[in-house]
């Protein structure tokens, strides 16, 4: 069914507005995914907060103007659906990593965050990138490692002297 002129527009402009809040985007070829693949990629998705969108090449340059992704617009080639990471950059690279481990028919063509164009290549690195959760938590490791050292340190001389008794009570009870 053609979309009306109207509808394009409304297209463009939704398209646009993600775009414009998104921290990555991935460009990835459909060709060759059944209706019912192409449901389960749009359900797993949505489940991590990715917007997935499959546009035509020409709605999909002109939403992308003016926005971070514009760096895209000749990468943009024959079926393609447009996955925006809002919350977590490496969010739409993992969906479409995980679902091209199980479906050889979706490919990455390119991918962007930050302004800058990455090959498809890199899909993984972006897709290993940290959760915000997964960044704290690391975070706060490396924060912690030197107390717990100090803690364990001033801990140790009274619980060696508590071990050095107890091994010579045990040897006179012997």
Known sequence: MALRLEDKKLFVKEVNAVAGESLSAVAAEYRGLSVAEMTELRKQAR???VYLRVVKNTLARRAI???EFEC???TLKGPILLAFAKDDPGAAARVIKDFAKEHEALKAVSLSAG???MPASDLAKLADLPTLDQA????LGVMMAPLSKLVRT???PPAMLARTLSARASQEAA
Do not use: H, I, P
């Open 72 to 74: 895209m617009k000749d």
């Open 47 to 49: 489940s991590a907060g």
């Open 154 to 156: 001033l801990a140790e």
């Open 115 to 117: 302004g800058q164009l």
């Open 65 to 67: 103007e003016g926005t």
């Open 136 to 139: 704290r938590a690391m975070l």
